[in-house]
């Protein structure tokens, strides 16, 4: 059998409400070469069954599902495994693609063979489509996002596409994290060849009561700031303790003013003792934040 271009990774979980668009904005691709790879994380809605349907009319669907909930990051490490493309697509069950994105992408990567991963802007949508607002992640340098992910992710994880052959050289995602896998990937992905975004809004990232952003923003910040340290720190231990892993890193000398500086940036998010004001921190340490000076402007102005 021809192995497809492009790998398209979906998991749900309970997803019945925005998953049928989700699914078409897939299968609505200009770009048609690709296997379509949905894995159903134990839904205990009508999310399988619309899966289901969506798989008899199309043979691109390959449907996989897990008895118990493994969440994102098990059920990706799941699918990844299983994927056959050069390229892996990443996809969430309630965002929408837009028709060209796919196409898009791959063109991106077409006039240069040193590029791994590729990421593009979007618009934030409601729980009725309607868009909120613009995301505009501007065509940097390969080096310029490098810098941005120094103290954040600068992807949309449902807009990405890399090539799974670097993907698996530097051992895909990581099952530590529980949130943030995307930001820990692009981290390393990074250090193994180009990087970019396309300034061009190809995706619908939908924002609601149940988002994980919203839900799970305190668990998120944890574990991005514990991507945020392995990229400055590449031999950090990933403890399995996640409780204590703050007091650990507060004991590695190399990592003190990288981790100073994030429990500025990320202070509201963080335990009172936990915590660091601007003013706590030393010259060097805020020369540093510099790396990201828009970033900088909007913690300060936030708080």
């Keep these: 059998m021809k192995k497809p271009k492009i790998s398209v990774l979906m998991a749900a979980h309970n997803q019945e409400q925005f998953i049928k668009k989700s699914i078409k904005s897939i299968l609505n691709q200009s770009f048609k070469d690709f296997e379509f790879l949905i894995l159903d994380d134990a839904s205990k809605d009508k999310t399988l069954n619309i899966i289901k349907k969506f798989q008899k009319e199309d043979k691109r669907i390959r449907l996989f599902r897990n008895e118990k909930n493994l969440g994102l990051t098990k059920s990706l490490i799941k699918l990844t495994r299983l994927a056959r493309g050069e390229f892996i697509a990443r996809m969430d069950s309630d965002d929408i693609s837009l028709k060209s994105r796919f196409n898009d992408q791959i063109s991106w990567f077409e006039n240069d063979k040193k590029k791994v991963l590729v ?38 994880h449902s807009s990405t596409m890399f090539k799974k052959r670097i993907f698996l050289k530097i051992g895909g995602y990581r099952s530590f994290f529980n949130f943030a896998q995307d930001y820990d990937l692009w981290c390393r ?113 936030k708080k």
């Design 119 to 156: 990421g593009t802007s979007g618009f934030k949508i409601d729980n009725k489509d309607k868009i909120i607002s613009n995301i505009n992640l501007k065509n940097l340098s390969h080096e310029k996002i490098k810098k941005k992910l120094i103290f954040s992710n600068f992807f949309l």
């Design 189 to 301: 992905l990074s250090r193994n060849g180009k990087i970019g975004n396309l300034e061009k809004k190809l995706i619908k990232i939908r924002y609601h009561e149940k988002s994980l952003s919203k839900t799970k923003s305190k668990e998120q910040i944890f574990f991005s700031i514990i991507a945020s340290c392995c990229n400055y720190y590449p031999k950090l231990k990933l403890k399995s303790k996640k409780k204590l892993f703050f007091e650990y890193i507060n004991n590695i000398n190399k990592l003190k003013k990288h981790f100073n500086c994030l429990k500025f940036l990320y202070s509201s998010y963080l335990p009172k003792n936990q915590r660091i004001t601007f003013f706590q921190l030393n010259l060097n340490e805020k020369f540093y934040l510099l790396n990201d000076i828009r970033f900088l402007i909007i913690k300060l102005f």
